[in-house]
């Protein structure tokens, strides 16, 4: 399932201190507090944040795809140990066929 970067995402992204209540229907703020002072971000703002947040997250799929293939970490230990003590290469090779299959982007 992809992720897909709401206004409420970009607001909190901008303005971390604020608390605000989001309102569905009208998908606007309907109460807004900062205790910096901060104020409510602008549409334009708020459409930049959107896009650079969703492209922060797009960019990283290759490791998110790469983490759900990996093995555990103990997965991965018992793999070494079990190379070093038969002198094969199984975790090296599973390793490098998930890079290869989820390689990342220049």
Partial sequence: MELKINKADAISSLVPSASFRWNEETGDISQWSDPNGGSIPSDTEIASEITKLQTE???????????????????QLDMQYWDSVNGTTTWKDHIAAVKAKYPKPS
Wanted: aromatic share 22%; charged share 40%; hydrophobic share 5%.
């Fill in 57 to 75: 997250y797009d960019a990283k799929k290759y490791y998110r795809n790469r983490e759900s293939e990996y093995p555990s970490q103990q997965e």
